[in-house]
């Protein structure tokens, strides 16, 4: 090779050389871009790792077996984990309070029930409480009913029947999960309404009080629907009423107390609310990731299949409601003099 064409051939090389190095780092810049995003467009790029969901309750409830559905059903919209936490105690307070206090950045985050800001503060004596303005609330998820029900074998076949025991003089029984429930307060606050003598005990949880519906330890009960349904499907229960503003979707054969005359609504809202101080992109990111994962034939399957409704609201509509709810509860509260004796 002469020597002019040793030189061009070098520097064909040099050419391919830079070439080659100005593509890597235009495919370099690119991916920088993307990674810097995180997909939210504000540059944080939340989520980095995985999202801790504190279920304030045991495993095994409602809220925990819809946080446990959820979090397999978002991985892919979030991008990352989201790893279930059960806290339990104080009526959902110990496992709230820890979200309240945590650090805010978005990677500890809750789901508490709508009861723990309506009822638990104005019926629970000593109660622990968490105020919803140590929270940001993310978005509303689902709502469940309080169901009346009884025994097969009970003269109580319809709400009706319970109605009619005004005047008559007997006293009934009736149990529920405990003072400061959903079922506590729909029942003794319609007993009162429709001047029924009835006489409440306690037990330990909404499966304890439904149990003792079966074994006849009381004249009657009050659930929601998914602590009571099997018994109900196999025909050793039977549900009577539904304490919703209107009949459920899940639900659309059972009368509500409303349409019986009394204005009454009782139920358990639950929602994705994190540290007051969580950033604006996390919130944001999340609230897409929900709104994809709702969206998943499993979840759906889950909530028919376990009497739940949708509540697919922003965080002004789950503030709304929750005042709402305080304040018709206190009315009735006040009313008959239900607060902590």
Not at 300 to 317: A, C, P, Q, S
Request: aromatic share 8%; hydrophobic share 40%; charged share 20%.
């Amino acid at each position: 090779m002469t020597e002019s064409n040793l030189r061009r051939a070098m520097d064909r090389r040099a050419v391919l050389r830079l070439g080659a190095g100005l593509g890597a780092g235009a495919f370099l810049a690119g991916c920088s871009v993307q990674t810097g995003n995180g997909g939210d467009g504000g540059g944080s790029g939340y989520p980095e790792r995985s999202v801790e969901l504190i279920v304030p309750f045991a495993p095994g409830g409602s809220t925990d077996l819809i946080a446990r559905t959820l979090g397999k059903a978002i991985e892919k919209p979030l991008g990352q984990s989201m790893v279930i936490i059960n806290r339990d105690g104080a009526a959902a307070a110990v496992g709230t309070k820890e979200v309240a206090s945590a650090q805010g950045d978005g990677y500890k985050i809750g789901f508490p029930p709508s009861s723990l800001f309506t009822l638990t503060p104005q019926l629970g004596r000593n109660a622990a409480t968490v105020s919803l303005d140590e929270l940001r609330v993310v978005i509303g998820l689902t709502v469940e009913n309080i169901v009346l029900v009884a025994h097969r074998d009970s003269p109580f076949k319809t709400i009706d029947d319970v109605i009619a025991l005004k005047g008559s003089g007997r006293r009934i029984t009736y149990g529920h999960s405990g003072v400061g429930t959903g079922a506590y307060f729909a029942q003794t606050a319609f007993y009162k309404l429709a001047g029924i003598n009835a006489t409440d005990v306690p037990f330990g949880g909404g499966g304890p009080a439904v149990t003792a519906v079966l074994g006849k330890q009381v004249d009657i009960g009050a659930s929601q629907p998914a602590e009571s349904m099997r018994l109900v499907q196999s025909g050793e229960l039977r549900w009577l009423g539904v304490f919703s503003q209107q009949r459920s979707p899940s639900l659309p054969d059972l009368p509500t107390a409303v349409e019986k005359g009394f204005d009454l609504t009782v139920d358990q809202a639950r929602f994705i609310a994190g540290p007051k101080s969580m950033p604006d992109d996390a919130v944001t990111a999340l609230q897409e990731a929900f709104r994809e994962a709702v969206k998943a034939p499993e979840y759906d399957d889950f909530l028919k299949k376990n009497y739940i409704d949708r509540f697919e609201v922003d965080g002004t509509e789950v503030a709304s409601k929750i005042k709402g709810d305080f304040d018709r509860y206190k009315a009735l509260i006040d009313r008959f003099g239900l607060g902590p004796k």
